[in-house]
């Protein structure tokens, strides 16, 4: 199971327990800010995109949605968010559940500048009912981002 897969990856840094899980789905940004009782806006969405023959995640603020020109400039590539079926298969976490620890070998983790206003923000933890709270920082650490992006707009 995916959320087994992050427990293990938070042991290795000693912070397991700082894993949260619910009695409720926490699936979509509405869902987890009901369940975690703070705002959208802090909900740590992680996206998965079509890029190559694999695929990126990019994660950004729950208020914000991914701004198609930004998007291409960046990755020279239209955004193409990658299929249901598929999601599992190609990043390591189901729909519901995607997050940017313990993900396949091979799958690049972006950070949207989008977080940066907030001192905490709540990311998935590898289930459709789980999320883990971080500072900025420890995301970064924890994510392993290939860099910071500019790539969303407000909705």
Known sequence: MSIEKVKAYFNEFGIADKIQEFEVSSA??????????CEEARIAKTLSFEMGEGCILIVCAG??????????AEYQTKAKMLPHDVVAQLCGHA???V???????????????????????????????SAIELTIDELEKYAKP???VDVCKMV
């Open 28 to 37: 979509t940004v509405a869902l987890a800010a009901q369940a975690l009782g």
């Open 63 to 72: 208020d914000v949605k991914i701004d198609n020109p930004k998007f291409k």
């Open 95 to 97: 729909v519901g559940g």
């Open 99 to 129: 997050c940017p620890f313990a993900v396949n070998e091979g799958v690049k983790v972006y950070l949207d500048e989008s977080l940066k206003r907030f001192e905490t923000v709540f990311p998935a933890a590898g289930s459709s009912n």
């Open 146 to 148: 290939e860099k910071w």
